[in-house]
């Protein structure tokens, strides 16, 4: 079993490779009702919906976020 940092890791690092730049989702699809963010890959429903028209470099960028945003939630947790 994998954890949720695996998950959204592997997916990212994935995404990156394809051409175009893929999409990080990892299968939860699941929205936390606190923080409207997805509990797989970080992204808000309005970044789900427009993740396919973004350029590479803002879904590059967005990655990033969701990275931070990960780990953010992580050192919550405590």
């Known amino acids: 079993m994998t ?19 893929g999409s990080p989702c990892t299968d939860v699809c699941k929205l936390d009702p606190e ?3 997805c ?6 429903r309005e970044e789900i919906k427009t993740f396919r ?3 590479d470099a803002t879904k590059l960028d967005l990655f990033d976020e969701l990275l931070a945003r990960r780990a ?5 947790k405590g």
């Open 53 to 55: 028209s973004m350029d």
């Open 35 to 37: 923080t409207g963010l």
């Open 39 to 44: 509990l797989g890959c970080f992204r808000s």
């Open 3 to 21: 954890t949720m940092q695996e998950d959204l890791d592997f997916t990212i690092e994935r995404a990156k490779a394809q051409e175009p730049i």
């Open 72 to 76: 953010a939630k992580e050192q919550t």
